[in-house]
Antibody, heavy 124, light 107 residues
């Protein structure tokens, strides 16, 4: 069955960095786009970023553009997000999610499998 | 960015009730609309995509409708396992955006 397992969360000071990982199994990893979505302490869902199946296309929310960088290693079935210059507003549970579409040219945006999430807390 | 406005923010209902949740997009999004269910401590779960297509395994008491900017999620006969928070989401363009959520509570 499809599984996504996030790791790398923790407590970090403002201005610090973290690298989250998402290990995938149960599907052909290189055929699907992948997303990060975060859920704030208030409960709202915010889409963070997406990387295409081959890694050539990336999209970011304005709130993280220039600070977060997505990458993926299809040989290891793992997704990463490097988070730099972290701010208190980045505090959230971070989920990785698979895009439902295996179309490499687009039609993305429906998230059919999600990991359990990893907590990132930015505080001094 | 496309804004998604959901209403109501919460609804109290009994088992067997019909429940309707609405979602309004700030611009036309074609058929690029999804609904998710989330239970406490769990990630969201895709229920419906492309306005009205049920994701595999989702019970038929869930249905979606709408067009243009106005969309609806209907639960025809609420079951105990349906008490949860529901979110709409547009997939028309990046950044993807979610509604604020509707919490379905036990009356």
């Amino acid at each position: 069955q499809v599984q996504l397992v996030e790791s790398g969360g923790g407590v970090v000071q403002p201005g610090g960095s973290l690298r989250l990982s998402c290990a995938a199994s149960g599907f052909t990893f290189g055929s699907y786009a992948l997303h990060w979505v975060r859920q704030t302490p208030g409960g709202g869902l915010e889409w963070v970023a997406m990387i295409s199946n081959g890694g050539s296309r990336r999209y970011y929310a304005d709130s993280v553009k220039g600070r977060f960088t997505l990458s993926r290693d299809n040989s290891r079935s793992t997704l990463y997000v490097q988070m730099d210059s972290l701010k208190p507003d980045d505090t959230a549970v971070y989920y990785c999610a698979r895009d439902r579409s295996s179309n490499p040219t687009g039609g993305w945006g429906y998230l059919d499998y999600w990991g359990q999430g990893t907590l990132v807390a930015v505080s001094s | 960015d496309i804004q998604m406005a959901q209403s109501p923010s919460s609804v109290s209902a009994s088992v067997g009730d019909r429940v309707t949740i609405t979602c309004r997009a700030s611009q036309r999004i074609g058929s690029w609309l999804a609904w998710y269910q989330q239970k406490p401590g769990k990630p969201p779960n895709l229920l419906i995509y492309a306005i009205s297509t049920l994701q595999s395994g989702v019970p038929s008491r869930f249905s979606g409708s709408g067009s243009g900017t106005d969309f609806t999620l209907t639960i025809s006969s609420l079951q105990p396992e349906d008490f949860a928070t529901y979110y709409c989401q547009q997939a028309h363009s990046f950044p993807l955006t979610f509604g604020g959520g509707t919490k379905v509570e036990i009356k």
